[in-house]
């Protein structure tokens, strides 16, 4: 529990025709843990698999932690009027000139091929340019991951054509403000 007396920014809740992004809590853990378990979800991602619930909690501990610190946006994807947590979408490595942030997203198996991710991202590219006023959001991800390479293209991100030299199976894509 925090204790200091510092003052946090209200934490951006958004909304959409189906859904809510809000901020997690511990109570989520549970959903938290299969969308950092489950074997589909995490094929292509470049993380460690969560193997216990105790995983999950620190997990969101560690979210709220860089939430507060001004250091993240991590929003969990509810439907509307249900409280429960079906995926996650994020945006993280601010650049310190508000230059650009990148974005990361996941969905539970059973609520994907739905439009639902692309209507949560839709919302969180609004936000990260109008409100944050970050002008590039960049993605980065590996090669194979189709599903994802089809929401970022249908979402007008470019294919960067830099390469990552120490992993030549990750690709970068990029979406900017043009306003
Ligand atoms: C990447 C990921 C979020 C994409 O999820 P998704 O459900 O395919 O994404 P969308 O919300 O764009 O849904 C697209 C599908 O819903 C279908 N759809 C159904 N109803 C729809 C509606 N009302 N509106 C829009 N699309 C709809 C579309 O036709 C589309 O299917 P298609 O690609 O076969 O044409 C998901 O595959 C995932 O969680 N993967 C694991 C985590 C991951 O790899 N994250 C990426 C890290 S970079």
Redesign the pocket.
């Known amino acids: 529990m925090d204790t200091s007396n510092k003052v946090y920014p209200p934490f951006p809740i958004l909304s959409t025709k189906r859904l809510t992004l809000r901020r997690l809590s511990i109570d989520d853990a549970q959903k938290v843990f299969i969308l950092r378990s489950d074997s589909?979800?995490?094929?292509?991602?470049d993380r460690q698999i969560s193997t216990s619930f105790e995983d999950a909690i620190n997990f969101i501990r560690q979210v709220n932690e860089n939430i507060d610190e001004n250091n993240a946006l991590y929003w969990g994807i509810t439907i509307l009027d249900t409280n429960k947590i079906i995926?996650a979408v994020s945006i993280f490595n601010v650049s310190i000139d508000n230059e650009k942030c990148e974005?990361?997203?996941?969905?539970?198996?059973n609520?994907?091929?739905?439009?639902?991710?692309?209507?949560?991202?839709e919302k969180v590219i609004d936000y990260t340019f109008h409100t944050k006023k970050i002008k590039r959001i960049e993605?980065?991800?590996?090669i194979k991951?189709q599903?994802?390479i089809?929401?970022l293209e249908?979402l007008c991100f470019k294919k960067s054509t830099e390469r990552n030299e120490t992993n030549t199976e990750i690709i970068g894509y990029q979406l900017t403000n043009s306003n």
């Not at 589909?40 to 991602?45: D, M, R």
């Not at 993605?139 to 590996?142: K, P």
Request: glycine share 8%.
């Open positions: 589909e979800i995490n094929k292509y991602l995926g974005i990361g997203y996941e969905l539970l198996t609520f994907q091929n739905q439009g639902i991710m692309k209507e949560a991202v993605a980065f991800l590996h991951n599903r994802s089809n929401l249908k």
